[in-house]
């Protein structure tokens, strides 16, 4: 089976510009969250999506927003970037047999802003 | 809020030696407690959880709601092991919304 792909893996934008980052699950896996990893907060949670809808939200500004696509493709988007949103952003899926499924994690989209 | 604390950022054990890596947490209610890790250029990935109450690759981690603690131990170190480990927690039946400690990493030396 095909792990998560995350498209794509490295960015670089500028200040103000927006960003839309991919997810793609492994099949049959209908949950998708989101991370952000940074050198100084470490792994946060972003939020997660589950049959295109959002579950769970972490605490991030309105900036941050993702949606989820009937393939379960999941998307996050990123508006007026800020030099602070450089990091590494992971997604992760799951089954969503019960509530405790593993999570598998991507490779992550390394996105740096100037 | 809910909160994992790893004491640790740096630990160093030689082959052979027994290892523990040290986590602590506050939540108020019943978490469910996780350890996750990467190896060098590899993705994070699950080690093990609290509820399955297994031994992965050797290592341990026994939940003591007392001390609020989920240290993962290994008696005998492998270099093999070496790598970030994290720990995480999520509320009961919500293991994909997870909370992340810091991480430690370990290095085991020949």
């Known amino acids: 089976k095909a792990g998560v792909t995350q498209t794509p893996r490295y960015l670089i934008k500028t200040r103000g510009q927006q960003v839309t980052l991919s997810c793609s699950p492994i099949?049959?896996?209908?949950?998708v969250s989101w991370y952000q990893q940074t050198p100084g907060q470490g792994l946060q949670f972003l939020f997660e999506?589950?049959?295109?809808?959002?579950?769970n939200k972490g605490n991030f500004p309105g900036r941050f927003s993702g949606r989820q696509f009937s393939n379960s493709r999941s998307e996050m988007n990123v508006s007026t970037l800020e030099l602070g949103d450089s990091a590494l952003y992971l997604c992760?899926?799951?089954?969503?047999?019960?509530?405790?499924?593993?999570?598998?994690f991507g490779p992550g989209t390394r996105l740096t802003v100037l | 809020a809910q909160r994992v604390t790893q004491p640790e950022k740096l630990l160093s054990v030689f082959k052979g030696a027994p290892v523990e890596l040290k986590c602590n947490y506050s939540y108020s209610g019943s978490p469910e407690l996780f350890w996750y890790v990467q190896y060098s250029r590899q993705r994070l990935q699950l080690l093990l959880r609290h509820i399955s109450r297994e031994s992965i690759k050797g290592f341990t981690a026994d939940l003591n709601k007392g001390e609020t603690s989920f240290h993962l131990k290994k008696p005998f170190a492998q270099e093999e092991d070496s790598a970030m480990y994290y720990c995480?927690?999520?509320?009961?039946?919500?293991?994909?919304?997870?909370?992340f400690g810091s991480g430690t990493q370990l290095t085991v030396l020949p």
């Open positions: 995480a927690l999520s509320r009961q039946g919500s293991a994909r919304q997870l909370t």
């Open positions: 099949s049959g896996h209908r949950s």
């Open positions: 992760a899926s799951s089954l969503e047999a019960s509530g405790g499924n593993e999570q598998f």
């Open positions: 999506y589950f049959s295109e809808t959002q579950r």
